[in-house]
Structure formats: structure tokens, C-alpha cells
């Protein structure tokens, strides 16, 4: 049955009587305020210098991840070869690289899931520098440059700063409340402010009861938090501190620097489905914010601007991590839409000064997912490690997802964690219309596109966990380039002129593949 709750409640804004949910500390919001107090945010000098490179996780502020003036092309795909490889030694949780490399001022920069960060020459691959910490993370993770500096996840509690030109350690700052919480993600840089966030899972434990997942920014120069906000609102985790935990966010937001407004996606509460004592969610009775939202923060106080709650009281791990800007033209003016997706498979746009919806377009498989409680064990589509699980890209009006098609048999009072069955269906390359949702093409594919999407000029790429990188016409989503990896693939590529660099994470032994137009490109 449709879910009363969810039609209900999806499309709730924060306004004035709503945010009083919100901690009165830590820079959390408690009033509507569309005019941030931080006048500008001012990137640091590598994002303004390189913008033509990869500086920033998903390329730029908007996380387009695209490149539209590569000499890369439909007509020149098939002569790209592999020029380097760089081993990455290890095996974490899923392979050894779950990550988007930075390219800038002729460095490849990237960090494996062991924490070890690696400098290489961008021409050639050869190691400028490593820094080696050996400490194990879950992932997705990653490195952020600006002001001289790397930023960078020291294993699943600290946050720490690189001279970018030697690896040497300068500072580092534990944001977590606990051993079970964990960093796991990318971090971005803005206004002097490293931007990162925590969730309720390390390699210490899963979702332990009270574990609430916090957004930090911290000054780029000393690594003093400057303020937090804690993507569970209320101090008592939904009612059950000892059983619930939840929220945090998995991948970078996305930022307006003009308007000083940065924007997250959040992710899922729990226990989910539900405990034996506690069946179908029971435990975190109501909406459980700010979970599976997107958030609109000011970039400077980490003051709460609006919300857009996607699943009210989810039961299925339906995250909504992604997010990501786009400029559109809609009766001749042009305007932004943010775009949140994630594992609920539904791509939404929203209004950047309010959170308004403007249009909610489902894509891949769906199949119980809509159910308000469960009776016994329930294949559910997408699963828990399904849908747009990772990034999506943005070019020209229109955005561009990877799906998963992986359902996970859950049960209502039996805590699932994992258990989705990758490889049960193809996956999917979707191409949505930005201004008002329409689908425009949709390529199945042959593997579970756990690679994410990259636009160059007028091809989307994708990589699967199998091992397979498509090329797809960006027009039509024709395939017309596939290459097999040396492995099978979870992280995100990068690519500048006429290069692509990609992670390959479950090769043996994990590396990181430079490719390249040949002598003919």
C-alpha cells in the first residue's frame, strides 16, 4: 500500500514553526532565514586557478562532474588507451579505492580506504609523494585541496590537514562523539572552512543505538570546528537513545558561493527495518529528521535555511546523499534547481531559496518499497545497496544517474545492513530533463554501475562492479566505447583535457588507470 506517513510529509519545508525541532547549539538552525550571515564564501586560490582541471570532488561547486571541452569525443573514444596504472596495495571493506581523484596543476591526487593519500604525476603516474596511515575506512572517502593544503579522513575519527606539496602532516581533529561513528566521505573546502561530516557507522560498528551523524566545518588553518550541525534533530535520537541512530552524510554537498548557501543530502535513520522488540521502525516513532533530506545550510554559521525530507520515517535505507546543482532555462529565464537522489531511486528537484519541490522522477526498478510496514520477509527494490548509490553528473539542463538494481530481502524485526544481491538485474543510465523532471533516455547496461557518471563533451561515462567502463552518446545514451578493467569498480573517474583517470578498486592488485587519446586522438 501507498504510505500514508511518506504522502503526507514528503515536501515539508522548515519553516518557522517546524525548525523549532532543530538544536538550539552548535549552529543548528531555529528560524527561517533565507539571507545567509556569511556575505561571500570565497573559494580557496586552486579552485579559481585550476578551474579548467578537477579541484574540487565533483569537479565544481555544483558537483557537475563534467567536462564539455575535452578533444574526448564520440568520433575519438575508441582511440583512448591506458597510459598508467598506479597500484594502491590493500583491500578494504569494497577493494581499495572508493573514492574521486583531483586533478590539478599537472597532480593526480587521490586516497585509498586504507587512509594512505598518494601525489602522482598526472603525464606520467610516477609517486611525487605518499603519505601512509594504514588505517582502515568503510568509504566512500577522498582528499579536498585548497590553501597550500590536502584534507584528508585519518581513518574513521579524525580529520586531518597535508602539506599539498610534501604529504607532511600539519593538524588533525577528532570529530566523532564515539568509536562506532565514522567519517566517511569526501570533504569539500569553502570560506576558509573544511566541510565534512560523520555518520553512525565505522569500521567499529553499524548504526549502535544513540550514534547520530554531525556535519563539521573546520577551519582550514588550525582544524578548530567552527561549528556543527546534527543531522538528528532533538537530543533524544527519536525517543530511544540506546536503540536509534541515524542521519550524517556519505558524499560532499554541493555549494553556491555566491549566495553562501551549501547544500547536503542525508542519509538513512535505524534500526531498519526493526528489532524483535521493536518491528517495522517502532522504535523512532514519527518522521525521524533530518534524515533522507536535503538540507540548505548557511555556508558560515551552519545556521539551518530550509529542509526537504524525501522518506519520512524510513524503513528501507533510502538515503538521499546526492546532490548536486543545476542551471536551467524554463519559459525563456534562467534559474538553479538543486537535485537530491540517492538510494530511494527518485531524482527531485528542488527550489534553491526554499526547498520546494518542483518535480520527483523515479528511475530504475521499484518494487515494495512503498510498503509502511512489512508482515514477513519482503524482496524490496531498490535495496540497500541499490539505486543512485553513487554520484550523478549535470551538463546543459540535464542530469544524469547511475542506477543499481539490487533488491534485499528485509524482514520487520530483523536489522538489515547490507544483503542487497548485486548482479540480480542489469543496471541503468538515466538522462533527466533539470527544469522539469521528464525523463529523456534510460540504457540498460550489462552490471550494477557502482562507478558513478562522468560527462566528457558528448559522452557519459559509467564504470560496474564487474569491471566493464561505458561510454554512452550523451544525446541518445547509445553505448559506444566499453572497456574491461583490470577490476571491478565502486569509485568515481575525474578527467581533464584529453585524459580520464578512474579507480579500480577490486583489481588485484587495486589501482588507479590513467587513460588517454592516442597518438591518432
Known sequence: MKPSLASAAVGQLALAGLLALACSSGGNGSETNSTPARDT????????????????????????????????????????????????????????????????????????????????????????????????????????????????AKGSEEIAALDAGTGEELWSTSIVASETDGIDIQPTVIGGLVLASTVPISVDGLFQGGDRGVIHALDAETGEVVWKFDTVAGDDVWGNPEINAGGGAWYPPAVDPDSGVVYWGTANPAPFPGTAEYPNGSSRPGPNLYTDSVLALD???????????????????????????????????????VIGTGKLGRVIGHDPASGEVLWDTPVGRHDNDDLEELDGPTDVLPGTFGGVITPPAVAEGVVYVAVVNAPTTLEPDVE???????????????????????????????????????????LVFTGTYRGRIYALDRRTGEI?????????????????????????????PPSLVAFRLGAGG
Do not use: C
Open 41 to 152: 564564501a570565497e573559494p580557496p586560490p586552486e579552485v579559481v586557478e585550476f578551474a579548467e582541471d578537477w579541484p574540487l570532488p565533483g569537479r565544481d561547486y555544483a558537483n557537475s562532474r563534467a567536462v564539455l571541452d575535452s578533444p574526448i569525443s564520440r568520433d575519438t573514444v575508441e582511440q583512448l588507451e591506458v597510459v598508467w596504472t598506479h597500484a594502491m596495495p590493500g583491500f578494504g571493506s569494497f577493494g581499495n579505492a572508493a573514492t574521486t581523484p583531483l586533478i590539478v596543476d599537472e597532480v593526480v591526487y587521490l586516497q585509498d580506504l586504507s587512509s594512505n593519500v598518494h601525489a602522482l604525476d598526472r603525464e606520467t603516474g610516477e609517486v611525487l609523494w605518499q603519505k601512509e596511515y594504514g588505517l582502515p575506512q568503510i568509504g566512500p572517502n577522498g582528499v579536498a585541496l585548497g590553501w597550500g593544503k590536502l584534507f584528508v
Open 299 to 337: 555556508v558560515g554559521t551552519g545556521e539551518l535555511l530550509w529542509y526537504q525530507q524525501a522518506t519520512p520515517h524510513d524503513l528501507f535505507d533510502r538515503d538521499l546523499v546526492l546532490v548536486a546543482i543545476a542551471d536551467v532555462e524554463t519559459g525563456g529565464a534562467s534559474h538553479r534547481v
Open 480 to 508: 559506444v566505447w566499453q572497456f574491461d578493467a583490470p577490476g571491478g569498480i565502486n569509485g568515481s573517474p575525474a578527467a581533464v583535457g584529453d585524459m580520464v583517470v578512474w579507480p579500480v578498486g577490486m583489481a588485484d
Open 416 to 458: 538489515a545492513l547490507w544483503g542487497s544481491r548485486l548482479g540480480t538485474y542489469p543496471g541503468q543510465v538515466v538522462a533527466i530533463d533539470a527544469a522539469d523532471g521528464e525523463v529523456l533516455w534510460d540504457r540498460q547496461i550489462d552490471g550494477d554501475p557502482l562507478g558513478g557518471v562522468l560527462v566528457v563533451n558528448d
